[in-house]
């Protein structure tokens, strides 16, 4: 179960490492896969630096929790997941629905469920 785990953690990490290095790469084109369009120079730098951010940092600690089976390790990436899926439930409600609104959240609701697996099943391992 632990393999399977990390495995499942590992292949999240290597989206999330892909998604960060295209906004790093290409903001605008890989802005644009998330509805984003930047106007000018400012809009590509928030892009660029803010999704990059994003993605690399869950990237990093869910790649270094998975390979340790450290659950405290995990964190981060749970934070910035529940959260960003904690906005679009909120604009669910608030704003409307827009086609395929349910994939992102899809994807940020596995990202939850299986961090905060992992974080339970790993807790109190230091190494």
Request: overall charge neutral.
């Amino acid at each position: 179960m632990n393999f399977v785990l990390a495995a499942l953690i590992a292949l999240g990490a290597l989206l999330d490492l892909v998604l960060g290095v295209s906004f790093f790469v290409d903001p605008a084109l890989a802005g644009a896969d998330f509805g984003l369009t930047a106007t000018g120079a400012m809009g590509l730098s928030a892009m660029r630096g803010d999704f990059t951010a994003f993605f690399l940092v869950a990237a990093f600690f869910m790649a270094w929790g998975a390979w340790k089976r450290r659950g405290d390790v995990l964190l981060p990436a749970l934070l910035l997941f529940a959260t960003a899926f904690t906005g679009r439930l909120v604009n669910l409600f608030a704003v409307e629905t827009y086609e395929g609104w349910w994939m992102p959240m899809l994807v940020e609701a596995a990202h939850v469920f299986v961090l905060t697996f992992a974080m339970l099943r790993w807790r109190g391992r230091t190494s």
